[in-house]
């Protein structure tokens, strides 16, 4: 048997997803535990459930390679961040988002690009990441070429996103503005309907309505699993051991905890998960 990780020890406040955990290769019975404790809030509610996903699919795309190379921190008030705005296709939970990018240049090591999932502000980005929505950090010294091409950023969890509701990709470093030593990002002429946005010092530039950005999405689709749902957990300052068990073939290529929290009085609770099964091995 094998025990995983479903969910970190973590201050959990508000709903949201856990850490989405590779679930392809169990077999016999699999056994999800969560301890649970209350740690603020006058009468708080907690419920706990296992969903599932298949692998990721591709989800926002635009990847018509360009020519316009739009520099970020190009100066200390010119393009301090660059934004991407689209609408999401179905409640989906984005795990990764590619962007075409390349350095001019020779940076100092150690500088970082970050990526936030921000949402919409009268067709800006708000300044809020969605829950989860800041990416890990990308190293510009070695992750970035001088070559244009594909740079990933990854989601510690999966993002969940609405259906038909518009968000930003939002890119940003920790670099010294630069006229020569930058990273760009690349983008496409069309005639209409572009999806690039420009922060200047203090304000959002509105969209510019002839560069797409060129920009991708990988994407989980996360359903409850059968069986897989956890007692709610109530009222006192408690802490609650709860175990379930199901067949391991029941959970699909991707497993992560779903929490939804309620009550009042800025509810609070300390949550760790654990999977333990047998695990097939590759030949």
Known sequence: MQTQTLLTPASITATGGGLDLDTSRLTG???????????????????????????LARGYEYSTLGAT?????????????????????????????????????????????TLTIET???GN???????????????????VS??????????????????????????????TASATINVRWYSKTVAS????????????AGVTATENLMAYADEYTFTDISGGGFTTVETALNTSVQTISLHARSLPQRTRIYSTVGGTDNPAFAVAGTLTASKVHAQ
Not at 129 to 143: F, L, M, P, Q, R
Not at 193 to 204: E, I, L, P, R, S
């Open 29 to 55: 019975r699999a056994h999800a535990t969560i301890t649970v404790r209350n740690t603020a809030g006058t009468n708080p509610t907690l419920a706990c459930k296992l969903q599932g996903s298949t692998g």
């Open 69 to 113: 190379a739009t520099e970020l921190r190009e100066g200390a008030t010119t393009n301090n961040k660059l934004a991407l705005r689209f609408t999401q296709s179905g409640a989906r939970s984005i795990k990764r988002v590619a962007l075409y990018l390349d350095k001019q240049g020779s940076f100092t090591a150690g500088k970082k690009l």
């Open 120 to 122: 919409n502000n009268s």
């Open 125 to 143: 980005p708000s300044g809020t990441a969605v829950t989860n929505g800041t990416s890990n950090t990308v190293d510009i010294d070695t992750e």
């Open 146 to 175: 001088t070559t244009a091409g594909w740079v990933t950023f990854t989601f510690a969890k999966p993002v969940d996103l609405s259906d038909a509701t518009v968000y930003h990709f939002v890119l940003a470093g920790d670099y």
């Open 193 to 204: 309907g572009g999806t690039f946005n420009t922060f200047d010092a203090t304000n959002w």
